[in-house]
């Protein structure tokens, strides 16, 4: 885990270098700063952001987009300790699943666009979701870095995620999340556990 937090801090920089990058591992993003939890030792997406700010530019703004199939309440949480200057450096998409955990009511607070869904939903049901409310998130918020957690919990026959989605349904969802990132020039990070 040690080494996929590095990982995800070194994709991160790479994908503002070269516009996009990938880290095989990451995206723990049931860990804040204060504790691990549900398998995540260490707070990787928050690290992201606070080393960036440190060693690289402290106005740089990002956007989450967490399409996992659980809540992302870790940096959610870190997000809402912050300075209110810094809190407004970070939009947080999150589409899940509302029926498994973390169902945190305190983390929702931190999250500017906030979509919960049934176990039972569908690719087409899914999909049309993303993509309005992805527009309404770029329309809304313009960051310097995407940092996309891609949790693959959602395909259908994960014992956690309890959805429905098939292996084109996350492909499609992938490639949407990278055409607004495309579309709008900005570099993305993928997290991929
Ligand atoms: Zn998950």
């Known amino acids: 885990m040690k080494w996929q937090t590095s990982g995800s801090i070194l994709a991160a920089?790479?994908?503002?270098?070269?516009?996009?990058?990938?880290n095989l591992g990451g995206g723990f993003h049931h860990a804040s700063q204060l504790k691990a939890e549900g398998f995540c030792l260490l707070a990787d997406i928050s690290?992201?952001?606070?080393?960036?700010w440190k060693y690289r530019n402290p106005d740089l703004k990002f956007m989450i987009i967490d399409l996992d199939a659980?809540?992302?309440?870790?940096?959610?949480?870190d997000?809402?300790?912050?300075?209110?200057?810094?809190r407004d450096?970070?939009?947080?998409f999150d589409l899940y699943n509302k029926d498994i955990f973390p169902n945190n009511a305190f983390a929702k607070l931190a999250?500017?666009?906030?979509i919960e869904i049934s176990s039972d939903i569908q690719d087409d049901e899914y999909i049309t979701l993303l993509k309005k409310n992805l527009a309404c998130a770029f329309n809304e918020y313009k960051p310097d870095l995407i940092i996309y957690n891609a949790g693959t919990d959602v395909l259908n026959g994960d014992p956690l995620g309890n959805m429905?989605?098939?292996i084109t349904g996350v492909i499609d969802r992938d490639q949407i999340v990278f055409e607004h990132a495309k579309t709008n020039n900005i570099p993305i990070v993928m997290l991929t556990r």
């Open 47 to 52: 690290l992201i952001i606070k080393y960036l």
């Open 89 to 92: 450096q970070i939009y947080i």
């Open 13 to 22: 920089q790479l994908a503002i270098e070269h516009g996009w990058a990938i």
């Open 111 to 114: 999250i500017n666009e906030h």
């Open 79 to 86: 997000k809402s300790i912050l300075l209110s200057k810094e």
């Open 164 to 166: 429905n989605l098939t």
């Open 70 to 77: 659980h809540q992302g309440n870790g940096y959610a949480i």
